[in-house]
């Protein structure tokens, strides 16, 4: 009988090891996306059912007709926000028991982009968490009838990505609900308004080009005295500090 020898048996051991290092991280982040994708498919369902129970609840059928909506001052009074969700939410935890912005993450990131979202839970007037370890946030809109939600399917926990934990829902109409997490992807970056997010010389000069100044010293600026942005001599050197406007 042909026997295997100790070195080839380590040989083996040591290649199943190596593709098992090289396979092992691939594995965990698809099966990661799918627990994420399910509980994305459980905070949808979650939002739509209770805010339909709370309209039939309170025999309406028009959204800006919710009592919440037009009884707790635009959100901002927790006590009466988190009577009105007790009647259709099964909540572990809200605004009024202690749960507030500081236990959330404080920045999430965009897919693909170097920004993180502009979005911030001490925005939100109200956050409530089932007991599943989901926590959403309900936000005012400007239209009357609808308003949305936020919602975090795993907590505080990681990736804190949008789009891959955080989802924004729009409920409207009759009871309609969209998915609207693109908005939580909008950042506002280096622009003509918000010179402060504007890094280097070259991102001045593509929203401000630089204007000679009045005093004959040749000097070219981007109105540093409101922003980030260096002032420059005309050939590119440092104006040490010094802004005409």
């Known amino acids: 009988m042909t026997a295997f020898t100790l070195a080839e048996v380590l040989i083996t051991l040591g290649v199943i090891g190596v593709v098992a290092a090289l396979t ?14 399910n509980q ?38 927790k006590a009466c926000m988190s009577k009105e969700h007790k009647k259709a939410f099964n909540i ?9 912005s500081e236990l959330m993450p404080k920045d999430y990131i965009i897919q693909g982009q170097s920004e993180k979202s502009q979005f911030n839970w001490d925005d939100v007037p109200y956050i409530f968490a089932t007991a599943d370890g989901m926590t959403y946030g309900v936000l005012s809109d400007e239209d009357i009838s609808s308003f949305s939600v936020v919602a975090d399917v795993n907590g505080i926990k990681n990736p804190n990505t949008v789009k891959k934990d955080l989802y924004k829902f729009r ?20 622009s003509k308004d918000n010179l402060s997010k504007c890094k280097t010389q070259e991102e001045c000069l ?9 005093v004959g010293t040749g000097c070219y600026y981007t109105s540093w005295w409101r922003n980030s942005c260096s002032a420059f001599w005309g050939d590119g050197s440092s104006c040490n500090g010094v802004s005409y406007y």
């Open 24 to 37: 092992l991280p691939t594995v965990i982040n698809k099966t990661q996306d799918k627990v994420l994708e």
């Open 206 to 214: 593509a929203i401000s080009p630089w204007a000679a100044d009045d």
């Open 92 to 100: 572990a935890a809200d605004s009024v028991s202690g749960l507030d």
């Open 40 to 77: 994305y498919a459980k905070a949808k369902n979650i939002v739509y059912n209770g805010y339909r129970l709370m309209m039939t609840k309170t025999e309406n059928f028009k959204v800006e007709n919710l009592p919440f909506l037009n009884d707790c001052n635009a959100l901002n009074e």
């Open 171 to 190: 409920f409207s109409g009759n009871g309609k609900l969209s998915d609207v997490s693109g908005e939580l992807e909008y950042y506002e970056g280096c």
